[in-house]
T-cell receptor
Framework: DSGVTQTPKHLITATGQRVTLRCSPRSGDLSVYWYQQSLDQGLQFLIQ???????AKGNILERFSAQQFPDLHSELNLSSLELGDSALYFC??????????????FGSGTRLTVV | GQQVMQIPQYQHVQEGEDFTTYCNSS?????IQWYKQRPGGHPVFLIQLVKSGEVKKQKRLTFQFGEAKKNSSLHITATQTTDVGTYFC???????????WGAGTKLIIKP
């Protein structure tokens, strides 16, 4: 158990639908990051939050949005889902910016399948 | 923008052989982090290198940061089945708190 909790672990939904992925960061970590990983591909950075504020955006589609709540948990909302959105979605957390001897701590991911 | 090139994409080895993955950049790297992702798993932080020429060891794993801070390598001696997975390097940029990821090298043990 890495300390980062992601739910649900698996999600199957139809095209055009909307889903919400949830992440609870490791205790004490202020930064939350969302990543997308397609089958056997690298990690695509989507968005970062730090202490409730959006800090950086990566290749996040307009159909996707996220937020970090006062208790520091974060949600990633994916709407108007397409087949190509099927992927593993990881949440990671870090104490501050992530440049430390602890790096990022990743959750186990949510596997999204769009049918 | 900053790019981190990682090679090779795949490496097939016999159990007991050595394995090396390389990260390169045309610009100076800030802080290199290495992660391992087991098949079906999530990336796990291994180590961070900060100083030019730095070498760190973790049992059979040796991590190096180049003198010019434009490359880094991870070398595994005498691979074991537990080493199977994808190894990622990432440059942590203090300026914007971002990790710039390499594409990963997949270590495959030949049967």
């Amino acid at each position: 158990d890495s300390g980062v909790t992601q739910t649900p672990k698996h999600l199957i939904t139809a095209t055009g639908q909307r889903v919400t992925l949830r992440c609870s960061p490791r205790s004490g970590d202020l930064s939350v990051y969302w990543y997308q990983q397609s089958l056997d591909q690298g990690l695509q950075f989507l968005i970062q939050y730090y202490n409730g504020e959006e800090r950086a955006k990566g290749n996040i589609l307009e159909r996707f949005s996220a937020q970090q709540f006062p208790d520091l948990h974060s949600e990633l909302n994916l709407s108007s889902l397409e087949l190509g959105d099927s992927a593993l979605y990881f949440c990671a957390s870090s104490p501050e910016g992530g440049g430390s001897n602890y790096g990022y701590t990743f959750g186990s991911g949510t596997r999204l399948t769009v049918v | 923008g900053q790019q981190v090139m990682q090679i090779p994409q795949y490496q097939h080895v016999q159990e007991g052989e050595d394995f090396t993955t390389y990260c390169n950049s045309s610009t100076t790297l800030s802080n290199i982090q290495w992660y391992k992702q087991r098949p079906g798993g999530h990336p796990v932080f291994l180590i961070q290198l900060v100083k030019s020429g730095e070498v760190k060891k973790q049992k059979r794993l040796t991590f190096q940061f180049g003198e010019a801070k434009k490359n880094s390598s991870l070398h595994i001696t005498a691979t074991q089945t537990t080493d199977v997975g994808t190894y990622f390097c990432a440059d942590y940029m203090d300026s914007n708190y971002q990790l710039i990821w390499g594409a990963g090298t997949k270590l495959i043990i030949k049967p």
